[in-house]
């Protein structure tokens, strides 16, 4: 009679099993997509940075096999120096070149930017200048 009321347990996960661990990759999720964000902005960065290095190159060659002032180039000369492979991106970059004394001023704006990124000096988190 005792082995009749025993009934032999299915395999698989109970429904409470299943909750736990729906509940932790959740938690988990909530913690690493906002992080991932921070690396997009870095990454984003680092390209605006080398960027504006190879701008900044390009116009100081140009000047001196011109026999002119770096701090006299603007955009407008600039892109006519760097003719067909002035920087795009990343997203919606937007690269300037802004004659002036003592030297010429490399920005790029309309991206989104961490704080703090080494060799750049960022404004109202979407502006960045390149440190001379």
């Known amino acids: 009679m005792m082995k009749a009321l025993k009934k032999k347990r299915m395999g698989g996960f109970t429904l409470i099993e299943l909750i736990v661990v729906i509940a932790i990759l959740g938690i988990l999720a909530a913690i690493a997509i906002p992080r991932l964000g921070g690396v997009r902005q870095t990454a984003n960065a680092g390209a605006v940075l080398g960027n504006l290095r190879t701008i900044r190159s390009a116009v100081e060659l140009y000047a001196t096999s011109q026999n002119v002032a770096v701090n006299t180039v603007d955009t407008t000369m600039a892109q006519t ?36 990124h080494p060799g750049l000096t960022i404004t109202g988190g979407t502006t960045a200048v390149l440190n001379p």
Not at 87 to 114: E, W
Request: aromatic fraction near 8%.
């Open 81 to 116: 120096v760097i003719t067909g492979n002035w920087p795009a991106g990343p997203g919606n970059a937007v690269y300037t070149v802004v004659a002036g004394v003592p030297t010429a001023t490399f920005t790029a704006t309309g991206l989104p930017m961490p704080t703090t």
